[in-house]
């Protein structure tokens, strides 16, 4: 077996970062934070025709949007550009080997130029290096990718995000409560408030009608709850989304991710099928094994359905990522200055749709449309983290300094060394402080569990919450039709506040970390549990 050491590094910083005029550009000519949409502004530059109900796709419908704020003087101040590459790449591979990372690979946007470092092995046991152009599974980053095409799509007058999706996915469905397919919107499928259930993992094979297939098959499992009502994480409204993206361009969601986002950004080491993901140097995922023992290569490489392709499955280099979000940043425009959505579709998909009761799981403060939301004492920021098998997968983003940041990973205690290694490069350049890893204090508070007790179900999971001897317990059941955990778990809760637990984490890359455990009321008064940002309801 091949032991990665230092010196499978590398480094690059490439000057292909420019917009118009081929000079670059820098943040500060873009608004740090876009304005609120005009109803009466030109989408794109012309007022388009919207199918359905008369109403402009970025209109009443954003309401707020972003609004211009001050410049964070820490932010600025902390800036480091060009950041010294010397000294990350000698950071990556020294957290790499102390947190048992196979390979990492790290981009970093900044000052409009797009800085990479790579270091450790694409898999163990053959011992072929990381560079720059290897690519990694981004996991549940797809959503962005989706959400970003949804939205553009949107923003040509194609559709428009507040209609009803079973209005434009002539297979979708949801089954139970009378009307509830009638009621959920493409905004709400894009933050995750649609109600929908959360992983549905149904594979209707290869074939190019599998995500029509998918949205049918969405019609056996009943709502969690009503539409609009709470945030619930759901990669099963984002494969409806696909199957929406089908409908409006005519092609299946792999092409018409490629002919409408990624070509026209460049992104030529992005792909979605293992097919084409062959023709480049791919990292294998790895999973410690019992014991704690170092992690091993994975059997399988990915063994995501093509039906959840627009929840899961984009295979990236970090640069190709942080590419992505440097349109955002830029206010829609590509490399070169062509635009590909407008300064409002960019507000829009950053603009706080909901808030997030769990707060920890994966330090949200809210939800836009596709992105996750950050508030980092008052600097604001976006990204989503994505996970695959036995890959990690974080994107950070800085409005305020143009700073990108991605790290990509295939293995080992991977949230760690991106909390420790993010942590530093994000108060180098930009002046932010992410939080410290959630864990219940050493001495900690007397709460009394016996409100909380009961049995939480949503589709997918019933989780039973008992107590004895003042002390809290839960247990998790999953439906093996969901993704997430396969296998029942138990767990003792250890109190953070009479309303916020701490259990054991489960899954690859969280060995010692704890999992956040939250207690809720929803506006109806329904009493919920969310577990990894999935919301279960109390019965009775």
């Given at each position: 077996?091949h ?5 499978n590094q ?5 000057g ?13 000519e873009?608004?740090?934070?876009f304005p ?13 025709p ?6 402009p796709?970025?209109?009443?419908g ?8 001050p ?6 101040e902390?800036?480091?550009v060009?950041p010294?590459l ?12 102390e ?5 990492a ?27 720059p152009?290897?690519l990694f599974?981004?996991?549940s ?16 007058g ?12 002539p297979?979708f ?5 009378p009307?509830?397919?009638r009621?959920?919107?493409v905004?709400?499928?894009l933050?995750?408030t ?6 549905f993992s149904y594979d ?12 049918a098959a ?6 969690d709850r009503?539409p609009g ?6 990669g ?10 089908e409908v409006v361009t005519g092609?299946v ?5 490629r ?12 792909v ?15 999973l ?5 023992r ?7 490489w ?8 627009p ?17 955002h940043?830029?206010g829609?425009?590509a490399?070169?200055g ?11 998909m950053?603009h ?22 950050y ?9 989503h ?8 997968a ?10 990108a940041v991605?790290l990509?990973t ?9 909390r420790?290694l993010l942590?530093?490069l994000l108060?180098?350049?930009s ?8 864990a ?9 569990p016996a409100?909380?007790v ?15 001897q003042?002390r809290g317990?839960l247990?998790?059941e999953?439906?093996e ?7 029942p778990?138990?767990m ?11 259990g054991?984490?489960i899954?690859a890359g ?5 999992l956040?455990?939250?207690?809720t009321?929803?506006?109806d008064g329904s009493?919920?549990?969310?577990l ?5 309801t109390?019965?009775?």
């Open positions: 077996m032991t990665p050491s230092n010196e590398y480094q690059h910083s490439s292909n970062g420019g917009c118009a005029g081929g000079g670059g550009w820098h943040p500060a873009f608004p740090a934070r609120a949409p005009s109803p009466a502004s030109p989408i794109g530059g012309a007022a388009l919207v199918p359905g109900p008369p109403a796709p970025f209109g009443p954003v309401r707020a949007g972003l609004r211009p704020g410049l964070g003087g820490d932010a600025r902390h800036r480091e060009p010294d010397a000294h990350w790449s000698g950071r990556l591979d020294a957290l790499r080997a947190y048992d990372v196979p390979g690979s790290l981009a970093i946007l900044t000052g409009g130029r797009i800085h990479e470092v790579a270091t450790g092995v694409l898999h163990r046991g053959t011992g072929a290096p990381v560079t152009a290897s599974q981004l996991g980053i797809a959503k962005v990718y989706t959400a970003t095409l949804v939205t553009r799509l949107a923003d040509l194609a559709l428009d995000l507040d209609a009803a999706v079973a209005d434009l996915v297979e469905s949801a089954a139970g409560s009307g509830a397919d009621g959920i919107t905004r709400q499928l933050s995750h649609g109600g929908l259930p959360c992983d209707p094979g290869r074939g190019d009608d599998c995500l029509a297939r998918y949205a969405v019609g056996s499992i009943a709502p009503p009502l709470a945030i619930s994480y759901s099963t409204g984002y494969a409806v989304l696909g199957r929406l993206v092609q969601w792999d092409a018409a991710l002919d409408r986002l990624l070509d026209p950004l460049g992104l030529d080491h992005t979605t099928l293992p097919e084409e993901a062959l023709c480049f140097p791919v990292a294998m995922g790895h410690a094994g019992d014991g704690g170092e992690p091993t290569p994975v059997p399988h990915d063994p995501t359905p093509r039906s959840l392709g929840a899961r499955r984009v295979v990236a280099t970090a640069a190709d990522l942080v590419r992505l979000a440097r349109m940043l830029a829609g425009t490399p070169g062509a635009r590909v959505m407008s300064v409002d579709a960019v507000a829009t950053q706080r749709e909901t808030g997030v009761p769990d707060q920890w799981t994966v330090g949200a403060d809210g939800w836009g449309l596709g992105w996750t939301l508030d980092w004492d008052g600097i604001p920021g976006f990204g983290d994505g996970v695959g098998i036995g890959q990690h974080f994107l950070r983003v800085v409005p305020e300094t143009g700073v991605a990509l295939n293995g080992g205690r991977a949230r760690a060394l991106c420790t942590g530093e108060d180098t350049l002046g932010v402080v992410l939080p410290q890893a959630f219940p204090a050493a001495d900690p508070p007397t709460v009394d409100p909380l009961g049995t939480y179900r949503r589709a997918g999971a019933v989780i039973t919450v008992t107590e004895s003042g317990r247990r998790y999953p439906d039709r969901f993704l997430m955990c396969s296998v778990r138990d003792d809760l250890v109190p953070v506040t009479d309303k916020v637990f701490a054991p984490a899954g969280t060995m010692g970390e704890w956040p455990v939250v207690f009321t929803l506006p009493r919920c549990v969310y990894g940002m999935r919301a279960a109390r019965y009775p």
